[in-house]
């Protein structure tokens, strides 16, 4: 097996270890390298609100293209980052990437409303919400510009934790979204606990609403429950626009998929940041009423 020797060394080779076992070192290795010497990027995922076409956000999504290596998926090393202890220090990167980048299209007068950004359960330490406030002043960012992704899981670690710590978050002003909404693991009670702003319905509801009747029945019930909690409503991996269609008419109006666009470098989403662009997309397709 291999040997953590530390904070800032790298685990060392063990003779005894398997192919998988030294593949999964060296995997590490470089992500310890990646993070620490600036190896990962971020892409931006448009969200759009299809009343106007503007887009209102975009998520934020990690990317490491090894040199070598070739891309890894965040599916992969995101875990492997939780596993390495490595998560809060990525973490940290990500918001403040995120941050500085709608600073830097903000002094070229490119406005991006919001940025989301997605956080570990793992993350949820007694300092973050100390670096979010840190990179909030340095990059002197209107809060309400930072929006934190959570999933099911960060809030059932420890619930009353996790009130308290959103509660600061939201104080401050920063924008709260619970991801992957149904899932992960939970009771509906948590809803109604935790101060959120939006709910984001999972690309494999958004699937099967247009399947099956029960998948339909099922997001329009998850649509009415999240503004019967005065939440909004965003969809996830919207890719067709039959996904397209059943969404908007059943009042979730905000869209984040491939059929608008996949997650793309800083430099590819500001063109889609002009007004015109996707309220020409909206207008060009055919959306003759289906009943
Ligand atoms: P997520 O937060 O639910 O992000 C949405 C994922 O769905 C992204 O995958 C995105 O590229 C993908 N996606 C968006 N639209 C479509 C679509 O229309 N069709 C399909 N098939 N997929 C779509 P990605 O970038 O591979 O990220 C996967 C997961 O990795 C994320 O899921 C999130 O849980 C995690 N992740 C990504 N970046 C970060 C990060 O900076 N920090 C942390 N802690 N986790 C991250
Ligand atoms: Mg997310
Ligand atoms: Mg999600
Ligand atoms: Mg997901």
Same mark, same amino acid.
């Given at each position: 097996?291999?040997?953590?020797?530390?904070?800032?060394?790298?685990?060392?080779?063990?003779?005894?270890?398997?192919?998988?076992?030294?593949?999964?070192?060296?995997?590490?290795?470089?992500?310890?390298?990646?993070?620490?010497?600036?190896?990962?990027?971020?892409?931006?995922?448009?969200?759009?609100?299809?009343?106007?076409?503007?887009?209102?956000?975009?998520?934020?999504?990690?990317?490491?293209?090894?040199?070598?290596?070739?891309?890894?998926?965040?599916?992969?090393?995101?875990?492997?980052?939780?596993?390495?202890?490595?998560?809060?220090?990525?973490?940290?990167?990500?918001?403040?990437?995120?941050?500085?980048?709608?600073?830097?299209?903000?002094?070229?007068?490119?406005?991006?409303?919001?940025?989301?950004?997605?956080?570990?359960?793992?993350?949820?330490?007694?300092?973050?919400?100390?670096?979010?406030?840190? @990179?909030?002043?340095?990059?002197? *960012?209107?809060?309400?510009?930072?929006?934190?992704? #959570?999933? %099911? =899981? !960060?809030?059932?670690? /420890?619930?009353?934790?996790?009130?308290?710590?959103?509660?600061?978050?939201?104080?401050?002003?920063?924008?709260?979204?619970?991801?992957?909404?149904?899932?992960?693991?939970?009771?509906?009670?948590?809803?109604?606990?935790?101060?959120?702003?939006?709910?984001?319905?999972d690309r494999n509801f958004v699937v099967d609403a247009v399947v099956s009747?029960?998948?339909?029945?099922? @997001?329009?019930?998850?649509?009415? *429950?999240?503004?019967?909690?005065?939440?909004?409503? #965003?969809? %996830? =991996? !919207?890719?067709?626009? /039959?996904?397209?269609?059943?969404?908007?008419?059943?009042?979730?109006?905000?869209?984040?998929?491939?059929?608008?666009?996949?997650?793309?470098?800083?430099?590819?989403?500001?063109?889609?940041?002009?007004?015109?662009?996707?309220?020409?997309?909206?207008?060009?397709?055919?959306?003759?009423?289906?009943?």
């Amino acid at each position: 097996r291999a040997k953590n020797t530390g904070k800032n060394n790298f685990m060392v080779y063990d003779p005894g270890m398997d192919e998988a076992g030294i593949e999964r070192l060296t995997l590490e290795n470089e992500l310890r390298k990646a993070v620490e010497r600036g190896g990962l990027a971020l892409h931006y995922q448009p969200q759009v609100d299809t009343h106007s076409g503007s887009v209102v956000g975009a998520e934020a999504l990690v990317r490491w293209d090894h040199p070598e290596l070739g891309p890894i998926a965040p599916s992969r090393f995101v875990p492997l980052a939780e596993e390495m202890g490595l998560i809060s220090q990525l973490g940290e990167w990500v918001v403040r990437e995120a941050c500085r980048q709608v600073g830097e299209f903000a002094s070229r007068g490119v406005k991006l409303p919001r940025v989301s950004v997605n956080v570990s359960a793992l993350q949820f330490t007694p300092d973050f919400n100390r670096m979010i406030r840190d @990179v909030l002043e340095e990059t002197r *960012l209107p809060s309400g510009v930072l929006q934190l992704e #959570v999933t %099911e =899981g !960060v809030l059932m670690s /420890d619930i009353s934790a996790s009130v308290n710590a959103l509660s600061e978050l939201r104080d401050m002003g920063v924008g709260l979204a619970i991801d992957d909404f149904g899932t992960g693991y939970s009771s509906l009670n948590y809803l109604t606990q935790f101060p959120l702003d939006e709910l984001k319905i999972d690309r494999n509801f958004v699937v099967d609403a247009v399947v099956s009747d029960r998948g339909a029945s099922l @997001v329009k019930g998850i649509i009415a *429950l999240t503004r019967s909690l005065g939440l909004k409503p #965003v969809a %996830e =991996g !919207v890719e067709t626009l /039959d996904q397209f269609r059943f969404l908007t008419q059943n009042g979730a109006h905000i869209i984040q998929g491939f059929m608008f666009s996949k997650a793309v470098p800083a430099a590819e989403l500001e063109p889609l940041l002009s007004p015109w662009h996707f309220a020409e997309f909206l207008q060009n397709l055919d959306l003759e009423p289906v009943d």
